[in-house]
C-alpha cells in the first residue's frame, strides 16, 4: 500500500537576496493523498513563496521536501512530471485560441495526437468553452480565461494540483463551475494544494487548512476543527482575522 | 523531446504570424530601408560618375587654354559641364551668384589673356633654355584660374574637380611649351612631320586600365547596390533582436514563464523553439532581400545585384549571420526585464554594432581606431563575408573565417544568457 503522504515538508526555509526575513520561516507540515489542503495567509504571508517552491519554480534556502517519496532537490524533473500548476495571473498567450494554448501546454507535459486533442475537447466541453475554443484568449471575459488557465494546469492529469488564488477576479457563476470541477478531479485521485483570500471559498472546499503570516505556520486542522479551537469564531474567516491580528497587509 | 520542440516552434510560428506589426517591422522595414538608402546613395553616385558634378565655366580667355580645359572637362564623366546659367552667358559674376544659391556646386572662372600668358611665359622659358639667357627673371603675371565652391561640396568632390583641372593645364602648358619648341627647332630642321610637337600629339607614353579586384567568373562593379542589399539585409536580420527580444519578455510578463519553468521541459528546448523559428525568418528575410535587389531594384532603374560565384557560401554565411542574430535577440530578451528596456537595449545596441560594423559608412574609410574597433562587430563579420561573395568572387573557404566568428558569437550570446537566466532564477 503506497504512502498516505504525498508531500513532507521539513524545516523549509527561503531568505531571498538582500530580504532581511526570511520569506518562509522554517515551516514543517504534510499533505496527504487525495487531499484538498488550503494553504491560507494574508499578502506576504509566504504562500505563493512555499507554492513557488514545491513546483521547482526556485530552491529553497533550507529544509527538506519529498513529493510522493522523491526528494525535490534531486529528483526535480521526476516531481515536475506528477505536478499541475494554476497560477495566480493568467499564464497563456493572448493571441492564440484555447485550442492552440491548450496543445502546447498539453504538448509541453509530453501529451500529444490523438490523446492530447480527446483532452483538449473533453475539458472545452467540459467548462463550456468549446464555441469559443477557435477565438483568440485575448478576446476572452475575465472567468474564460480563467477557465483556460485551469484546464492549461490539470490536461495531462497530474498527482497534485496547486492552486494560487484559482478564482481571483471572477465572477459567481464561473467560481461555482470551477470549483465544481475542482473537486472533481480531485474526486478522480489528485491531491489539490489551494491558497486563496477567499475565506468562505477555502472553508466549503478544503479538507484541510493552514494557516500561515510571516513565514510561519499558525494553526493547521479542518475548517471545522479551526473554528472550534478558536473561542467566539463562527467560521473561518473569523479564525483568520483573530490568528493574523486583523491589521493592513501591503 | 521532438514533439515538444515541435510544439514550441508551432507555438511560435503562430505567436509571429498573428504580431502583423512586428511582422511588418521584419520584412518591410528592410525592403524600404534598402530601396531609400540605394536610391539615395546611387543617386549621390551618378552625381559623380553618371550625370556628373554641376560646374559652370565662365570663359574670359576664349583660347587654346579655355578650350582645352572646357574639352576636357566635358570628355570625363566627372562632370557636367555648363557655359550658361538661366539661358544666359555666364559672368565672374553671375556665376558666383548661381553657386551661393546651389545651382552649381563648382564654378571654373578663366581670367581673359590666360592662354596669351602662358605662352608668353613658356615662350621666355624656351629662349632662356635655347639661348641660355636668363629672360625666367623678366617673366611677367602668372595666370590665376578662379575656382569658385559651393560650401556644401564635398571636399572629395572639389578634389576630384581641381586635379583634374591641373591635369588639363599641364597637359596644355606642356603642348604649348613642345609647340614652342617645335616652332623654334622646325626653323633648324624643315621636315615638320616630324617635330617634336607632332610626336606629342601622336603619342600616348602611359596609359591606365582599371580591373576590378575580382576572383568572380561575372563582371562585378562595384556600386550601390551590391554594397546596400548586405548591408541592409544584415542589419535587418539583426533587427529581429527586438521581436525576438519582446517574445521572450511578453512571456515574462504575461506570466508563462511561470507555467513554462514548472513544467517537464527543459527551458533550453523553448528556446532552441524560438531559435529556429526566428533563424527561418532570418532566412526568408535575406531570400527576400536578395529578391529586391536582383528584380525589383532593376525594374527602378538601379543596378541589379551580382551574387557572385558560391551559393553554397551564401548559405552557410546566411545561417551564421541568423544564428548570430538571434542569439543576440535571446541575449536581450534575458537580460531585460521590461519589453520597453528590451526595444530601447535592442535598438540603440544593433545601431551601434551596424555603425561600427560599416552598415552606414564603410569601416574602409573610418579612423583607425574605428576601423580596429569595427573588428569586434558581428555585422561587420558578416559585411565583410558578404562582400568577399558579392563584389570579390570568393567561395566557401573564403567566408568560412567569418561563418566560425558569427557561430562563436551566437554560442556566447547563448553563455551568457544561460548565465544571466540562472542568476535571475536563483533568487
Known amino acids: ?250 | 523531446m521532438l514533439n515538444k520542440l515541435l510544439a514550441t516552434v508551432k507555438k511560435e510560428i503562430l505567436l509571429l504570424l498573428r504580431d502583423k506589426v512586428g511582422l511588418s517591422v521584419l520584412f518591410l522595414m528592410p525592403v524600404a530601408l534598402i530601396l531609400v538608402m540605394t536610391l539615395i546613395q546611387d543617386s549621390a553616385f551618378k552625381s559623380i560618375n553618371e550625370k556628373g558634378i554641376p560646374v559652370v565655366f565662365v570663359d574670359h580667355d576664349n583660347d587654346s587654354l579655355s578650350h582645352q580645359i572646357k574639352q576636357g572637362l566635358l570628355s570625363t564623366d566627372l562632370c557636367y559641364v555648363s557655359d550658361s546659367i538661366d539661358g544666359k552667358p555666364a559672368s565672374s559674376e553671375s556665376a558666383l551668384k548661381a553657386v551661393s544659391e546651389g545651382k552649381f556646386l563648382i564654378g571654373i572662372v578663366i581670367p581673359k589673356g590666360a592662354t596669351a600668358s602662358i605662352r608668353k611665359n613658356v615662350s621666355a622659358m624656351v629662349s632662356e633654355t635655347l639661348n641660355g639667357t636668363d629672360s625666367l627673371q623678366k617673366q611677367t603675371d602668372s595666370v590665376e584660374i578662379v575656382i569658385l565652391i559651393d560650401p556644401v561640396a564635398k571636399k572629395s568632390f572639389l578634389n576630384a574637380v581641381t586635379s583634374n583641372l591641373r591635369e588639363f593645364i599641364s597637359e596644355i602648358k606642356t603642348k604649348i611649351m613642345f609647340q614652342t619648341f617645335s616652332e623654334q627647332i622646325s626653323e633648324v630642321i624643315p621636315d615638320k612631320q616630324n617635330t617634336p610637337g607632332n610626336a606629342y600629339q601622336q603619342s600616348q607614353i602611359i596609359r591606365y586600365k582599371e580591373i576590378f579586384a575580382s576572383t568572380a567568373t561575372e563582371q562585378i562593379v562595384p556600386n550601390a547596390v551590391q554594397h546596400n542589399v548586405p548591408a541592409w539585409t544584415i542589419f535587418a536580420m539583426f533587427f529581429i533582436a527586438i521581436p525576438l527580444s519582446n517574445s521572450i519578455l511578453k512571456e515574462k510578463t504575461e506570466g508563462s514563464v511561470f507555467r513554462l519553468h514548472t513544467m517537464p521541459t527543459p527551458y533550453l528546448l523553448l528556446i532552441n523553439g524560438k531559435i529556429l523559428v526566428y533563424v527561418l525568418v532570418c532566412l526568408i528575410q535575406f531570400l527576400l532581400m536578395l529578391a529586391v535587389g536582383k528584380f525589383l531594384l532593376p525594374q527602378m532603374g538601379l543596378p541589379a545585384l551580382v551574387l557572385g560565384n558560391s551559393m553554397m557560401g551564401i548559405f552557410i554565411l546566411t545561417l551564421a549571420t541568423s544564428f548570430a542574430a538571434t542569439g543576440f535577440g535571446v541575449t536581450v530578451g534575458t537580460l531585460a526585464t521590461t519589453d520597453h528596456q528590451a526595444a530601447i537595449m535592442g535598438s540603440l545596441s544593433i545601431l551601434l554594432l551596424s555603425a561600427l560594423g560599416g552598415i552606414w559608412v564603410p569601416s574602409y574609410v573610418m579612423p583607425e581606431v574605428m576601423r580596429n574597433i569595427s573588428a569586434f562587430s558581428p555585422l561587420n563579420w558578416s559585411l565583410e563575408g558578404f562582400y568577399k561573395l558579392f563584389l570579390r568572387g570568393g567561395g566557401v573557404a573564403d567566408i568560412l573565417p567569418y561563418a566560425i566568428k558569427l557561430m562563436g558569437f551566437f554560442f556566447a550570446m547563448m553563455g551568457i544568457s544561460y548565465l544571466a537566466n540562472h542568476k535571475k532564477r536563483t533568487v
Not at chain 1, 527561503?14 to 520561516?25: C, H, L, R, Y
Not at chain 1, 529528483?75 to 502546447?104: H, W
Not at chain 1, 489528485?190 to 510561519?216: K, L, P, W
Open chain 1, 1 to 250: 500500500m503506497s504512502n498516505p503522504v504525498i508531500i513532507e515538508i521539513e524545516n523549509l526555509t527561503k531568505t531571498f537576496k538582500n530580504a532581511t526575513e526570511p520569506a518562509v520561516n522554517g515551516i514543517s507540515f504534510s499533505i496527504n493523498r487525495n487531499e484538498i489542503f488550503g494553504l491560507l495567509g494574508p499578502n506576504g504571508a509566504g504562500k505563493t513563496t512555499t507554492i513557488s517552491i514545491l513546483c521547482g519554480l526556485f530552491p529553497a534556502t533550507g529544509g527538506k521536501v519529498l513529493i510522493d517519496g522523491k526528494d525535490l532537490h534531486t529528483e526535480l524533473a521526476s516531481v515536475k512530471n506528477m505536478i499541475g500548476i494554476v497560477p495566480q495571473d493568467i499564464a497563456l498567450y493572448p493571441t492564440l485560441t484555447a485550442r492552440e494554448n491548450l496543445a502546447f501546454y498539453g504538448s509541453m507535459y509530453g501529451l500529444h495526437g490523438k490523446d492530447l486533442n480527446e483532452k483538449i475537447e473533453t475539458w472545452l466541453q467540459k467548462l463550456s468553452l468549446i464555441d469559443a475554443s477557435n477565438r483568440r484568449v485575448s478576446t476572452y471575459s475575465g472567468g474564460m480565461k480563467r477557465r483556460v488557465n485551469l484546464i492549461a494546469g490539470v490536461l495531462h492529469n497530474p498527482a497534485i494540483l496547486f492552486l494560487d488564488e484559482p478564482t481571483v477576479g471572477v465572477d459567481v457563476h464561473s467560481r461555482n463551475v470551477i470549483i465544481q470541477h475542482l473537486k472533481e478531479i480531485n474526486a478522480a485521485g489528485t491531491t489539490i494544494i489551494y491558497t486563496s483570500h477567499h475565506m468562505e471559498e477555502a472553508q466549503n472546499f478544503c479538507t484541510r487548512v493552514s494557516i500561515i503570516d510571516h513565514g510561519n505556520i499558525l494553526t493547521e486542522g479542518t475548517p471545522a476543527e479551526l473554528i472550534s479551537r478558536n473561542a467566539g469564531s463562527t467560521n473561518l474567516e473569523h479564525v483568520f482575522l483573530n490568528l493574523t491580528n486583523r491589521k493592513l497587509r501591503d
